[in-house]
């Protein structure tokens, strides 16, 4: 069963940082796209940053600048670092990965559990 455990969440002030991490618990034959999506309540999911497997990015406007996305292939790994975060960033972060178990199975996405960001003095 592939799951994908997330971590690094917390309540930090207006300004602060975070840096979210994301790992893939299994061992599988290739991860493709990872990124970190995040829901405000009352609010659709938006994706918040994407990493292709080679390591290009793109972000959401309102993140630019502020947070960085990155990848450790050789652990399974997405980060998010979470710069200048602002009250409006106040979400839950989910880790989402698109995962081929076997090299004779199609690609298929995966969602992590979710982990709580509350940025407020």
């Known amino acids: 069963q592939v799951q994908l455990v997330e971590s690094g969440g917390g309540l930090v002030q207006p300004g602060g940082s975070l840096r979210l991490s994301c790992v893939v618990s299994?061992?599988?034959?290739?991860?493709?796209?990872m990124g970190w999506y995040r829901q405000a309540p009352g609010k659709q999911r938006e994706l918040v940053a994407r990493?292709?497997?080679?390591?290009?990015?793109n972000y959401v406007d309102s993140v630019k600048g502020r947070f960085t996305i990155s990848r450790d292939n050789a652990k399974n790994t997405v980060y998010l670092q979470m710069n200048s975060l602002k009250p409006a960033d106040t979400a839950v972060y989910y880790c989402?990965?698109?995962?081929?178990?076997?090299?004779?199975?199609?690609?298929?996405?995966?969602w992590g559990q979710g982990t709580q960001v509350t940025v407020s003095s």
């Open positions: 989402n990965a698109e995962i081929q178990r076997y090299w004779f199975e199609a690609q298929e996405g995966y």
């Open positions: 299994i061992s599988i034959f290739s991860i493709h796209d």
């Open positions: 990493i292709t497997s080679d390591g290009n990015t």
